[in-house]
């Protein structure tokens, strides 16, 4: 079975500044893929960054980048210059082969301070 | 422009009542899925449909039921059975069948609550 954790159930950050969000996960699979997802309090779920499991580098997505520690099974979310709209929830997601579906995380909920 | 369409955006139901999720896509995906979420917790899958007349069951699929009659609509029916039915509802669609790096396209959701 799969399973994502995330720790920080909220976390603040000074704007301009940057912010790591925690996502560990586990899986027996050898093949996988992490997503992140931000969801702001209209309720939508944005796409911001994917990670496969074989992918060598660590993603990056603009101001988005991934940590991925994959002996430590863990995929970190990197924001850096933090703006006020990147105040919202953040979900860590896991896709597994054999055809498991899309796992997710409980969620982190950042608040970005002017 | 493409996208998922979610009505109504909210919803109250009675009990004992069956009420019932519009999702509808113009993409041409092949699957869709719908999803629950609770206050300040993650997404569970509750059902999920790769081809049209086709579907399966998620985590949490008691309570609930789906049709897939047509490529662009996949219809959720909370019935009466769901005895905590109050969250917010995600409807998903991908290309096609779920691969490792193919992500999803959300609709904006609905808010169903118990009157």
């Known amino acids: 079975a799969q399973k994502i954790t995330q720790t920080q159930p909220g976390m603040f950050v000074q704007e301009k500044e940057a912010v790591t969000l925690d996502c560990t996960y586990d899986?027996?699979?050898?093949?996988?893929?992490l997503f992140w997802y931000k969801q702001p309090s209209s309720g939508e779920m944005i796409f911001l960054i994917y990670q496969g499991s074989y992918d060598e580098q660590n993603a990056t997505e603009g101001r988005y980048s991934l940590n991925f520690q994959k002996a430590r099974k863990s995929a970190n979310l990197v924001i850096s210059a933090s703006q006020l709209g990147d105040s919202a929830m953040y979900f860590c997601?896991?896709?597994?082969?054999?055809?498991?579906?899309?796992?997710f995380g409980g969620g982190t909920r950042l608040m970005v301070k002017p | 422009d493409g996208g998922i369409t979610q009505s109504p955006k909210y919803l109250f139901r009675k009990e004992g009542q069956n009420v019932t999720l519009s999702c509808e896509q113009n993409?041409?995906?092949?699957?869709m899925y719908w999803y629950r979420q609770d206050p300040g917790q993650g997404l569970r899958l509750i059902y999920y449909s790769q081809i049209v007349n086709d579907f399966q069951k998620g985590d949490i699929a008691e309570g609930y039921s789906v049709s897939r009659e047509k490529k662009e609509s996949f219809p959720l029916t909370v019935t009466s059975a769901q005895k905590n039915p109050t969250a917010f509802y995600l409807c998903?669609?991908?290309?096609?069948?779920?691969?490792?790096?193919?992500?999803?396209?959300f609709g904006s959701g609905t808010q169903l609550s118990v009157l």
């Open positions: 899986t027996s699979d050898q093949s996988y893929g």
């Open positions: 997601a896991m896709q597994g082969n054999a055809g498991n579906m899309l796992t």
């Open positions: 998903a669609s991908t290309p096609e069948r779920r691969r490792i790096n193919e992500k999803l396209f």
């Open positions: 993409l041409n995906h092949d699957a």
